[in-house]
């Protein structure tokens, strides 16, 4: 194992402090590393792996796909890109869907739509987007600016213009924040990066209402709380309160990266042929999986299962901080869950996990953000719980 690692720091630009395992296969909620040590995952790829490694069916169309085509230019048809298209509208608000490869491009598209469509609709002046502090919303030059967390940004200005950050979780303030320039306010249902913060229920509907009042766009990046992970297949749904365009990426694929950008015929006008566009968005063999991956999502009663381990899960942890009053807080819906420390390093407590078996991932000096496959049981939650009680106790 050490010399693949030691292979990887030499070739391999570091932009990631690693985990010192390497990981060569996975099934279900588990994975293995390169000398046969089984892992329970509860990273899951950040949110990616929702129906857990190598789902059979996600296997098969990849395979299937795999024999007829990889790829051809989106100058041309392909089938299972409209049939992607077809069931992400049929299980949203959306009417259009733009493809990509990642959630930052999916959130790029959305920056680009929603300036374009102001300036169609309002005049050139509009064209200010307002995100919260402590969002995240990916790593390219605009989703790094659109990000309100000023450790992502340092080094890289001059940053875009016409972003404008409010307080997470504060309609007053977006409120007071929208002028004449605005022409979107973005958020993410549930802030992932941010540290797994629930805003206060009825937020969404708050700023849709905002949003319509003031005639601006309301965008969702739903990259990290999409595809089921709250227990709804998009997270807003919990409260009704439909955007006018939404992002997804990780978990759209089940493991093959893809990302989305949906919205309505309305928004969607704003852009003509050659506004926007990418090489492999929706490519034949990515949207096949997507296609697979959806199908398997609300044919296998996986919202079910999220909804239910995840209360388990959570109620758990709350068991924990019982005992341990270095947990400050348990927060999270559906299997996004973080759990809070204080007095104690998360990382210390990912590193203790990991020598017992379990992966999960610090965010931060204090956040450990729990996201396992949806498909994980309620053995294998007590199996964790097991781990960090005993990790617990021994730091
Ligand atoms: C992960 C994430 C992104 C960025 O997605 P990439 O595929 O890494 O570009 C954007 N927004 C949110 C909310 C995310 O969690």
Known sequence: MMDWIEEAERWVLHTYDRYPVVIVRGEGARVWDIDGREYLDFVAGIAVCNLGHCHPRVVEALREQAGKLLHVSNLYYTQPQVELAQRICQHSFGTKVFFCNSGAEANEAAIKLARKYAKLRWGPERYEIITMYNSFHGRTLATLTATGQEKFQRGFEPLLPGFRYCPFDDLGAVEEAITERTCAVMVEPIQGEGGVRVPSEGYLRGLKEICRQKEVLLIYDEVQTGMGRTGKLFAHQHEGAPPDIMTMAKALGGGVPI?????????AQAFSA??????????????RAACAAL???LQERVLDNCERVGR???EGLQGLAFKFTKI????GRGLMVGVEFEGLSAKEVAKGCLERGVLINAIGERVLRLVPPLIITEVEVDRLLEVMEEVLRGL
């Not at 400050?328 to 927060?331: A, C």
Request: charged share 25%; no cysteine.
């Open 328 to 331: 400050r807080e348990v927060r």
């Open 274 to 287: 050659g506004d926007h566009a990418s090489t492999f968005g929706g490519n034949p063999l990515a949207a």
């Open 259 to 267: 990302g989305a950008m949906v919205t309505t015929d309305e928004v």
């Open 295 to 297: 199908d398997a999502l």
């Open 312 to 314: 388990y899960l959570r």
